[in-house]
Structure formats: structure tokens, C-alpha cells
């Protein structure tokens, strides 16, 4: 018994940062049902140490860590916040093409277009829930398409589909 081309579905890998415990078990069964892959931590310690970036020399070696598609993180934790995490994913020159979504349980406008500003692709209010979810796909898919030359431009308002979003429309 095969599997149709058409029902294969890109395995994307999603880090999950909260330190609330309740909330992190949301988002990755939020993420889950949605068919991603999910790695939980509770600190944007962890998740640097996860993504080679706990020391500032380890940059160079971050290749490995390229199997991350999508960083969903909170903004309010203990030490390092999750904007914090947000500014050295985008300053790490071998990670800052991996989307960003930012979280919060409080909805401050200044600090919503900070991190906009920052290059976070989304902010969510919480509780996540699973139309938040829905509203992911559209960055991985666009991440995938940096992935070829010449294939469906982040710019362009192209729809992509297939490995390496090799179909446009």
C-alpha cells in the first residue's frame, strides 16, 4: 500500500517556547493536530542552547539546527524574554530566515509593533487557538520557497505547494 503523491505532507518542525506549563501543553497539542512536528521548552535558555546559540561563538555551527521551520515563543518569561529571543534568531546569521511568531497574554500595541518591527511574522493573543494555528502555514511555505532560486519570491503574492514549493499559482 502506497501513499498518493498528492496526500504527502511536509514534516514541519516547530520550537515551542513557554515557560507556563498549561500554556506550552496547549500550543504543542494545538500544533500537533495541526501535523507538526513540536519541540517544547520552558526558557529561551533551553531554546538557545536547542538552536547552537546558548554561546555567541556557536553561530557558525548552527547548519544542524536548519530543521527548525517555525519559532512560536512567549514574550513574558523569567531572565530573557521572548523578544530577547526574537532579536538573536534575527541578528544569528545562520538562523535569522526562520520565522518568528511571538505570544502574550496582554495585549500592549507598543510592544506588539516592536516586535513586528523586530521581524517577528506574527503576534498571537492568548489562549492560541487552532485559527491561530491556521494562520502559520503561509510562513512556512514561504520559507521553503527561499529555499530554490527563482521559485515563488517571498514578495510575490504567489500561493506555493509541493516539495521546495515548486508549484505556484
Do not use: W
Amino acid at each position: 500500500m502506497g501513499v498518493a503523491a498528492g496526500d504527502a505532507q511536509p514534516q514541519f518542525h516547530v520550537l515551542a517556547v513557554d515557560d507556563s506549563v498549561i500554556d506550552r501543553k496547549l500550543i504543542e497539542k494545538l500544533l500537533k493536530t495541526s501535523s507538526y512536528q513540536v519541540t517544547a521548552v520552558d526558557s529561551v535558555s533551553k531554546a538557545l542552547d536547542f538552536l547552537g546559540l546558548l554561546n555567541e561563538e556557536d553561530d557558525e555551527r548552527n547548519s544542524e539546527f536548519a530543521s527548525v521551520s517555525l519559532i512560536i515563543t512567549d514574550y513574558s518569561m523569567p531572565g530573557m524574554t521572548g523578544y530577547d529571543l526574537l532579536r538573536k534568531i534575527k541578528n544569528s546569521t545562520s538562523l535569522k530566515d526562520i520565522p518568528v511568531v511571538m505570544m502574550s497574554s496582554e495585549n500592549i500595541p507598543s510592544r506588539i509593533n516592536r516586535c513586528l518591527e523586530e521581524g517577528a511574522e506574527e503576534f498571537f493573543l492568548k489562549p492560541v487557538q487552532l485559527s491561530d494555528v491556521s494562520k502559520l502555514k503561509p510562513h512556512l511555505m514561504e520559507e521553503k520557497s527561499k529555499e530554490i532560486p527563482g521559485r515563488c519570491s517571498s514578495s510575490s503574492q504567489q500561493q506555493c505547494f509541493g516539495p521546495a514549493s515548486s508549484i505556484c499559482i
